[in-house]
T-cell receptor
């Protein structure tokens, strides 16, 4: 069974631009969560989607948004990019219940550099 | 979780030694804890979990210990191998929120 895939793997943007990252969960998984990982703040939860609905949300500004499609694939969008948005963005999928009840499987991440 | 700067704490061991990685969690109401391993260039990988109604759980070569009194979690790796070299971090989850909070991580270096 294929793992979680994320595209693109690397991305360079400039301040003020927006970016869209994509995540394809493991087949059959319906919960998709997004995380931001930086050297300064570590790994932080962004949001979780299940059945095309945002179910949980971390403490990030509204510039960070996401959505989930009927096939469980998910995208996240960051608008008006800031230098501090440079990070590794990770997607994780699980069968039904995101973080509290079952194992999450992480993708390799998208490394975003904002210049 | 740990509060370190840009540099992660590092544990350096010899192949075959036992390793103990520690994590101080922040919320006494957290009831679910997970240890992850993250190798360079990869996403985190689940190692083992434990619920707050337990104080010890064992897996293959790994043991997690939970001390709720002092809000401390540890991961013990037996007979550490070079392939265990990675960053290890803990996550705590409070049942009401389902939002995980992650520790900063510890870099484990295993010397052959």
């Amino acid at each position: 069974k294929a793992g979680v895939t994320q595209t693109p793997r690397y991305l360079i943007k400039t301040r003020g631009q927006q970016v869209t990252l994509s995540c394809s969960p493991i087949s059959g998984h319906r919960s998709v969560s997004w995380y931001q990982q930086t050297p300064g703040q570590g790994l932080q939860f962004l949001f979780e989607y299940f059945s095309e609905t945002q179910r949980n949300k971390g403490n990030f500004p509204g510039r960070f948004s996401g959505r989930q499609f009927s096939n469980s694939r998910s995208e996240m969008n960051v608008s008006t990019l800031e230098l501090g948005d440079s990070a590794l963005y990770l997607c994780a999928s699980s069968l039904v219940r995101g973080t509290s009840q079952e194992t999450q499987y992480f993708g390799p991440g998208t490394r975003l550099l904002v210049l | 979780g740990e509060s370190v700067g840009l540099h992660l704490p590092t544990l350096s061991v010899q192949e075959g030694d036992n390793s103990i990685i520690n994590c101080a969690y922040s919320n006494s109401a957290s009831d679910y804890f997970i240890w992850y391993k993250q190798e360079s260039g990869k996403g985190p990988q689940f190692i083992i979990d434990i619920r707050s109604n337990m104080d010890k759980r064992q897996g293959q070569r790994v043991t997690v210990l939970l001390n709720k009194t002092v809000k401390h979690l540890s991961l013990q790796i037996a007979a550490t191998q070079p392939g265990d070299s990675a960053v290890y971090f803990c996550a705590e989850i409070t049942g009401g929120s389902y939002i995980p909070t992650f520790g900063r991580g510890t870099s484990l270096i295993v010397h052959p």
